[in-house]
């Protein structure tokens, strides 16, 4: 059965500095990634999403992820913070055909000055 | 703009009331789902519908209800059943399996 795990809860970190949020799902077929940022009382909102091919991912807002398949992780990292950046992520997985997305607990990022 | 439209973004429940939440969507996405979300727990699936006229239960269906009569809407009702309602509801659409979930901005929903 799928499940993902965001191993922190919450991560501090200074402005500027850089960032790595972990995400380890387990799944025993091909599946689909995604991360997400949450702001306070809005919906989810996309950063990236690793569907095939390159194992580094870009994303919106400075954000990118690696795809490790022998690891089974999913980390966003970010090089230089931004106050901003201070928010909620999420990721995600679904499996190869299926409609059912997994999340994780969230990773609460907050950035301070 | 194409997107998904929840409202209200705040309701307030009595005890012993029904409440409905909407969710329109105007992307022609199939694929439609509630999810709750608590502090600390993430998103967990309420209710997810693959087509008009069918839904399933997700992990915590009880003392919810849902109905799809049509593709772009898919409304969610708290009944009185559920005991503790309070929380974050999230409605999002899904097109195909290689592609994100796409999320409203969600309704609060409190106990008065």
């Known amino acids: 059965a799928q499940s993902v795990t965001q191993l922190d809860s919450q991560v501090p970190v200074f402005e500027e500095a850089p960032v790595e949020l972990r995400c380890n799902y387990s799944?025993?077929?091909?599946?689909?990634l995604f991360w997400y940022v949450q702001y306070p009382n809005q919906g989810l909102q996309l950063l990236l999403k690793y569907l095939s091919g390159s194992t580094l991912v870009k994303g919106i807002n400075g954000f990118e992820a690696e795809f490790n398949k022998s690891q089974t992780s999913f980390h966003l990292r970010k090089p230089s913070v931004h106050i901003s950046d201070t928010a909620e992520y999420f990721c995600a997985v679904i499996e190869g055909q299926g409609f059912s997305f997994i999340f994780g607990k969230g990773t609460r990022l907050l950035v301070k000055p | 703009d194409g997107g998904i439209t929840q409202s209200p973004k705040y309701l307030f429940r009595k005890e012993g009331q029904n409440v409905t939440l909407s969710c329109e969507q105007n992307l022609n996405h199939d694929a439609m789902y509630w999810y709750r979300q608590d502090p600390g727990q993430g998103l967990r699936l309420i209710y997810y519908?693959?087509?008009?006229?069918?839904?399933q239960k997700g992990d915590i269906a009880e003392g919810y209800s849902v109905s799809r009569e049509k593709k772009e809407s898919f409304p969610l009702t708290v009944t009185s059943a559920q005991k503790n309602p309070t929380a974050f509801y999230l409605c999002a659409t899904h097109h195909s399996s290689n592609q994100p979930q796409h999320f409203g901005d969600g309704t609060r929903l409190s106990i008065l």
């Open positions: 519908s693959q087509i008009v006229n069918d839904f």
């Open positions: 799944s025993s077929v091909s599946v689909y």
